[in-house]
Structure formats: C-alpha cells, structure tokens
T-cell receptor, first 116, second 112 residues
Framework: NAGVMQNPRHLVRRRGQEARLRCSPM?????VYWYRQLPEEGLKFMVY????????ESGMPKERFSAEFPKEGPSILRIQQVVRGDSAAYFC??????????????FGPGTRLLVL | GQNIDQPTEMTATEGAIVQINCTYQ??????LFWYQQHAGEAPTFLSY????GLEEKGRFSSFLSRSKGYSYLLLKELQMKDSASYLC?????????????FGTGTKLQVIP
C-alpha cells in the first residue's frame, strides 16, 4: 500500500515563475492537507481539501496561492509569481474519510521549493 | 483559538529516559497526536490519545490529562536515532470540522 506521494521532491524557480506541487493521497484517503515548513520552524497549516471541495483555506495567503483536489488525479498546490519568501518545504498529508476532518494524518515526503 | 506549547529543545543521553511535555488550550478537544520528524524528512505518526492515561508502544509512551490540558511523550532506552523533532498536535473543533493544530515541535538531541 503506497503512502502519500508528492512530486517533485525538489523544485527550483526564479522569482515571478509559477510553482506547481502535486500530492497523491494514500489509497482510500479522501482528505488532503497542505502545510508549509520553514527551516527550524513548525508546520504551518495552509489548506484542507476533500474531493472537489475546499473545506478550510484559512492558512493560505489570499494572493498567489491556490489549491485544488479534483475528482480524478492528485491534489495541486499552485503558487503564482513566486517570491524568495516562498522558499520552504511543503508537506501534504492525507487521512481517511468518516468523522468530520478525518483523524490521523499521514505525511508525504514533501516538496522543497527554492526560489532564486 | 488553539494554543499549544512545547519546549523548543532538549538534550538527553543515550540509554536514558526523556519526557517531552506539551500543554494546550483549545476550544473543545477531540484527541492529541505525537509525531516524530527527522531533519529534512516528513513527520511520522507516533501516537494518538483521546482518553486520559498512559498508552505504551514499545520504547515510546504517551500520556494525556484532559482536565489539565497536558500530555507528555516518554522515550525510554534512548538511541542516537531518536534525535529528531517531536511534534504535539491537538484535534479540536474549528470552522465546522475537527481541525488538527500542530505545536512548533521539540528538537531532541541524543548525545553519547
């Protein structure tokens, strides 16, 4: 049973470019969460999605950031017009459905974004 | 809102026992998680407590007191590979669902 998959594992972008991060949840999981982590800091919640629905995007900046989890395919976190401050590790986690908000979250390996 | 506090860093000796504390203030409560995160890697699930008491899983144990808003993770027979950050996370109602909020983590260094 494959775990949470994220790609790419490393992504380098120049300022002003777009970054697109992908996350495939564990088989049978219908809840996806995105977190950002700066070096030596904690996990910062960004967004929580279920299939075709954004449940909570309170942690995501209003501009330049968007997320989706389509009926088919992986969840995508998109960052437009990247700036140096976007450099961080972005982790995706998934959990099974059931109770509201799922329960135990299982994390993918993360995407390390570096903005030059 | 949710507030979760953990010590920033701890150091312990190989073979010893270490206790990592976590206190929380939340509006409602539906469980507490502990995760381990090695440098440069993803967090991995260690334990989930929803009722008061101690849950043991090999060298790791996790304790919860809901009345005190307090939990600890106990690591026995420390090994060098236990050097990592340990994240406490609380599940509580927020925005119409059970949201999991992470603390900033405790960086544990195990020394010979």
């Amino acid at each position: 049973n494959a775990g949470v998959m994220q790609n790419p594992r490393h992504l380098v972008r120049r300022r002003g470019q777009e970054a697109r991060l992908r996350c495939s949840p564990m088989k049978g999981h219908s809840h996806v969460y995105w977190y950002r982590q700066l070096p030596e800091e904690g996990l910062k919640f960004m967004v929580y999605l279920q299939k075709e629905n954004i449940i909570d995007e309170s942690g995501m900046p209003k501009e330049r950031f968007s997320a989706e989890f389509p009926k088919e395919g992986p969840s995508i976190l998109r960052i437009q017009q990247v700036v140096r401050g976007d450099s961080a590790a972005y982790f995706c986690a998934s959990s099974p459905g059931g109770t509201s908000g799922g329960k135990t979250q299982y994390f993918g390996p993360g995407t390390r974004l570096l903005v030059l | 809102g949710q507030n979760i506090d953990q010590p920033t860093e701890m150091t312990a000796t190989e073979g010893a026992i270490v206790q990592i504390n976590c206190t929380y203030q939340t509006s409602g409560f539906n469980g507490l998680f502990w995760y381990q995160q090695h440098a440069g890697e993803a967090p991995t699930f260690l334990s989930y407590n929803v009722l008061d008491g101690l849950e043991e899983k090999g060298r790791f144990s996790s304790f919860l007191s809901r009345s005190k808003g307090y939990s600890y993770l106990l690591l026995k027979e420390l090994q060098m590979k236990d050097s990592a950050s340990y994240l406490c996370a609380v599940r509580a109602p927020s925005g119409g669902y059970q949201k999991v909020t992470f603390g900033t983590g405790t960086k544990l260094q195990v020394i010979p």
